[in-house]
Each structure stands twice: as structure tokens, then as C-alpha cells.
């Protein structure tokens, strides 16, 4: 049971590159969250999936596509990569309740030059 | 006014003390509070979770809410080097998504 993945750990870009950050869970969740987290910022939401074959905007969404591939995977997408997009990226999931925890997973660090 | 708010610290204190870090919010139709503590380079990890009024204790941690004050704190009793941390107060409002504070990082020095 490895909870949540994410891949690839660590990445360097340059401005407009494009790449997709990969997550996964095996806990059988519903929902899942990619999350954006910078200094003093706290972890922001960029996007969701409350369920397999939806996903919403968080509050930070501008940039990003996202895609619920199926019930265990969830991929955010950088088209145009920009220094401002340099952070620390976390996957997390639930179950569809809302009071239930969310389980992250280790984070990619992405540094856009 | 941000949703949710944290002191950032850094609060330093004795081993062997008692940690009291806290978090005030702003939606009254907040459900339920979640602290998590984050080391250095990793993800956040879950301490507690709190949904009723009142306390909530776990070992060395306890929970206070008091959603009439929209305030939610986090106590660690006996404080050890090893929870010196940034912890993460996060509030669900209504439907399924967390709202994070910034973080308040603890020192907990020997």
C-alpha cells in the first residue's frame, strides 16, 4: 500500500517548456487535489476532482490543466511553463466525504528558469 | 482578511514545554479543522482533527475548537526536539475542499 505517489521528484525547465506532473493513489479514494505550495504562502488549491470524470478549479488554476485519468490517477499539466510556476507540488486524496482527511503524497519540486 | 490565519513564528520553546500554536478563520459554515505538521522538504502529515466544539486530546496533542470565536488551537505537551516543525492548520468549509494557513513554524530547543 504506498498511499500516494507523485513523479517525478525533482524538475528543471525552461521558460515555455511543457511537462506533466503524475500522481497516483491506491487507498481507493474518490477525491483528489493538486495543491501549489511557496514560502510564506501556505498550500494553495490549483485543482480538483471530487469524483472520476470531474474536476474544478481551486484557487490558483491559471496555467494548469489538470486530467482524472481514472479513479487512481491525476495529472497537472504545465503547457507553457513560467518562473512564477516555480514551487513545490502536492498531490493529496480523499474519500468523497468532506470531513475526511486528505493523504499527501512526497511533493516534485519544479524550478522554471 | 485571509481565510485562514496563522501566526508564522517562528515560536520557540523549551524542551519539555508546552507548545501552543493557533488558528482563527474566517467562514462560519466551516465544517471541520485539520492541523498537519511538515518537516523541512517533505509533505504534510496529520496530527488531528477536530469537528465539534470543545477539546480534543491525542497523547501529547490536544485539539481546542471554538467555532462561536472562529478559532481553533493545537497544545503539545512535553515538547521534543523532534517537533520542531511548520504545522499547517486547514479548515474544510462547505462541500470537500481544505483551506490552508500559512503555517507556524515551532523550535523546540534542548
Known amino acids: 500500500n504506498a498511499g500516494v505517489t507523485q513523479t517525478p521528484k525533482f524538475q528543471v525547465l525552461k521558460t515555455g517548456q511543457s511537462m506533466t506532473l503524475q500522481c497516483a493513489q491506491d487507498?481507493?479514494?474518490?477525491?483528489m487535489y493538486w495543491y501549489r505550495q511557496d514560502p510564506g504562502m501556505g498550500l494553495r488549491l490549483i485543482y480538483y476532482?471530487?469524483?472520476?470524470?470531474?474536476?474544478d478549479k481551486g484557487e490558483v488554476p491559471n496555467g494548469y490543466n489538470v486530467s482524472r485519468l481514472n479513479k487512481r490517477e491525476f495529472s497537472l499539466r504545465l503547457e507553457s511553463a513560467a518562473p512564477s510556476q516555480t514551487s513545490v507540488y502536492f498531490c493529496?486524496?480523499?474519500?468523497?466525504?468532506?470531513?475526511?482527511?486528505?493523504?499527501f503524497g512526497p511533493g516534485t519540486r519544479l524550478l522554471v528558469l | 482578511q485571509k481565510e485562514v490565519e496563522q501566526n508564522s513564528g517562528p515560536l520557540s520553546v523549551p524542551e519539555g514545554a508546552i507548545a501552543s500554536l493557533n488558528c482563527t478563520y474566517s467562514?462560519?459554515?466551516?465544517?471541520?479543522f485539520f492541523w498537519y505538521r511538515q518537516y523541512s522538504g517533505k509533505s504534510p502529515e496529520l496530527i488531528m482533527f477536530i469537528y465539534s466544539n470543545g477539546d480534543k486530546e491525542d497523547g501529547r496533542f490536544t485539539a481546542q475548537l471554538n467555532k462561536a470565536s472562529q478559532y481553533v488551537s493545537l497544545l503539545i505537551r512535553d515538547s521534543q526536539p523532534s517537533d520542531s516543525a511548520t504545522y499547517l492548520c486547514a479548515v474544510n468549509r462547505r462541500g470537500n475542499k481544505l483551506v490552508f494557513g500559512a503555517g507556524t513554524i515551532l523550535r523546540v530547543k534542548s
Open positions: 476532482s471530487a469524483s472520476e470524470g470531474t474536476t
Open positions: 493529496a486524496s480523499n474519500g468523497a466525504i468532506a470531513r475526511e482527511t486528505q493523504y
Open positions: 487507498m481507493n479514494h474518490n477525491s
Open positions: 467562514d462560519r459554515g466551516s465544517q471541520s
